[in-house]
């Protein structure tokens, strides 16, 4: 089995973290099999030139076939296909190479339509440099165990994770590393304040809520109050949303595009998302194995609403893809802290014994021809506290209302 381009976590997180982020960018239009769904009407527009030339850092770093072959003779001799995958990836240097057995894999997929098994916590970085909570799930057994936004996680399984990637505490938090089902059991260190406490909660199967909207300003029944559009990840069907957002916007309001800690998704989501605000034209450009490709808008966006798109270190790869088309093409002002940096597009491959391969294939670059991979985006205003309020603050100015 091949499959379209995707993007995944780094190595250090490889296995459990691109499950935790799992709303990892999958560029569903790289061609190469069509096995996802894509939009029927081909794109009025032209196909779009190189962007650059491929090069020896753009090149695949491992050859799948290679890695399928590792697996059939372990299969052959009795032994872990999927083992003997990982161990080709993880000596081939493909930072965002990832192998998982089929119930990793089922539980990736389950994951791109919404549903997860964890307890309801989003999480980012704090400005300390500590982990806290970001969001909590309405219904969740987090909000059922009291756990508010702002509290900050400070042990999870007895484990510190001071200082670790926000997407291994997320990882830690759904058991991502053991196959932790529905019903299983985790220990939170959870502190607010001056005052920690230990939580025990049980993991849920859970459905996410990629987008939500809200009333911006202090008169926030006011017709013309700005309105806040919060993409947590680009799942099915979120592009559309956020369309519908735009759509049902008062007339003339701002709005404020939240992609802090989106880690990504299904790039024709963000496609979609981009649509809402362009009339067309170029999205992104990527190289799957040194084929150019390239990703178009729809026509027929709102281009006249003023927008600001809100980014931090936690907007990863598809999210990264969305705000480096609408900042090159002079559609939203961006503020935050500079994004991820996620712009490597991997394919999956079906291995001898079940597992799945997903292997570096090629990058994705802005409109302008920017390479997104190590180096993130910095926003136009660069905040590192208040970025919300400054953030409406500039919409304000726009003329957008708040």
């Not at 309405?138 to 702002?150: C, T, V």
């Not at 979609?272 to 150019?292: C, H, I, K, M, P």
Request: hydrophobic fraction near 40%; charge should be positive; aromatic fraction near 4%.
């Amino acid at each position: 089995m091949s499959g379209p381009a995707r993007c995944f976590a780094p190595r250090g997180v490889r296995r459990g973290a691109a499950l935790s982020l799992v709303f990892v960018s999958v560029l569903a239009t790289a061609a190469a099999t069509g096995s996802l769904p894509r939009d029927k009407a081909k794109s009025p527009w032209p196909a779009a030139r190189s962007a650059a030339p491929l090069n020896a850092a753009s090149a695949p770093a491992v050859d799948g076939d290679e890695v399928a072959s590792a697996a059939a003779r372990a299969v052959a001799d009795g032994k872990s296909g999927t083992e003997a995958a990982e161990r080709v990836v993880s000596r081939s240097g493909d930072r965002w190479g990832a192998v998982y057995d089929e119930r990793q894999y089922e539980e990736f997929e389950q994951a791109l339509d919404g549903s997860y098994t964890g307890v309801g916590i989003a999480a980012r970085r704090a400005a300390d440099g500590r982990v806290e909570v970001a969001r909590v799930q309405p219904g969740s057994p987090a909000e059922r165990a009291g756990i508010a936004p702002g509290d900050l996680l400070r042990t999870i399984d007895g484990r510190r994770i001071d200082g670790r990637p926000v997407a291994e505490a997320v990882a830690l938090l759904r058991g991502d590393r053991t196959g932790a089902a529905a019903g299983s059991t985790v220990v939170l260190g959870v502190q607010r304040g001056s005052a920690l406490r230990a939580k025990r909660l049980h993991r849920a199967r859970l459905s996410t809520e990629a987008v939500t909207v809200r009333r911006l300003g202090p008169d926030r029944i006011a017709p013309s109050a700005a309105v806040l559009i919060d993409v947590d990840s680009f799942t099915r069907g979120s592009g559309a949303e956020v369309r519908d957002a735009v759509r049902g916007a008062p007339a003339g309001a701002g709005v404020l595009l939240d992609l802090r800690g989106n880690s990504g998704g299904l790039v024709t989501e963000a496609v979609t998302a981009a649509s809402a605000f362009l009339n067309g034209g170029l999205v992104a450009t990527y190289d799957v194995r040194g084929e150019q490709r390239a990703l178009y808008a729809e026509p027929g966006g709102d281009t006249d609403r003023p927008l600001v798109v809100l980014v931090d270190g936690g907007t990863m790869s598809a999210a990264e893809l969305l705000t480096g088309a609408l900042q090159d093409r002079g559609r939203a002002v961006t503020v935050g802290s500079r994004t991820f940096g996620k712009g490597s597009v991997q394919m999956p491959s079906r291995l001898p014994g079940g597992a799945v391969a997903e292997l570096t294939v090629g990058h994705y670059r802005t409109p302008a021809g920017r390479g997104v991979d190590g180096h993130g985006i910095t926003p136009d205003l660069v905040v590192e506290s208040r970025a919300e309020q400054r953030a409406e603050t500039v919409l304000s100015g726009l003329g957008g209302g708040s």
